[in-house]
């Protein structure tokens, strides 16, 4: 559960960043442009694809890369992009249910498998994550309709509360052979802007984390450890645009403390629990500076 004053920052930033955003919204769309490329390099460096961040880049640019890389990353790279592109064009007008997680499927799988693109598992599918074995093909259809109930019915709590508990339901069901990560942190973002709020990004560096909040639930239930994950995802997300949208001089964290003076590595401390208005682009912690 976030703390009270956690949900009041979150509310504070969403109200400022409404109050600036208005008459911008040529720069939001660069941001959300430029930030696809990150979303889809940490998203699938979650799940060991070897692509680093320069090269997810190139080819979303089209850009040659210097090595051989397989096929099926740069689909994975391509496709990603085009299911966080979706999602940014379109979750405010549609709504998300199980047709609309399989059209995403399709989009995220095609060219990859195309037998298990854009369907949920079936018959004798059985799939593991770690020591998990989720729940049998059978069960998938209720089980997906009560995540959906449970999102909904949640309305008490906090959007980061909400998100999380979805996040960790979805992935317990594993409903798909492939795939349930990407599209599992991809829906985070479809519900965040559905319900008017940025999308996030939760980082590769964090994974460790992100696996431990998998396993809290999974062995305790506990839902805290993803709550404070996407708290600070959604934080720095605010942080991001707010500077920019501010028009702020956005340097690094680094540059910052030494022209204000001050210790980096506290600012470091400070920025990844999000006290400070710091925000990570490209794998650097960078600041606004009025």
Known sequence: MLTKKQINKIDTLRKEYFEVAIGKAQLLKLISETEVHEQVYNSNAIENST???EETEKILLQIDLDRYVSEREIHEAKNLARVTEYIDNNAKAKELNADMLLFLHKILISNINNDIAGRFRMGDEYVRVGSHIAPAP???????????????????KSIVERVARFHLDFETLHPFIDGNGRIGRSLNNYLLIREEYVPINIRFLDRQEYYKGFQEFTMLGKTETMEQILYRALVNSYHKRLAYLKGFNIITLNAYAKSHKLSHPNL???????????FMEKGVWMIGDA
């Open 138 to 156: 059978s069960q998938i259809a209720s089980d997906l309709e009560q995540t959906f109930m449970t999102y909904k019915a949640d309305t008490s």
């Open 268 to 278: 470091i401390n400070k920025a990844k629990r999000q006290t400070i208005p710091a």
């Open 51 to 53: 692509l680093s961040i």
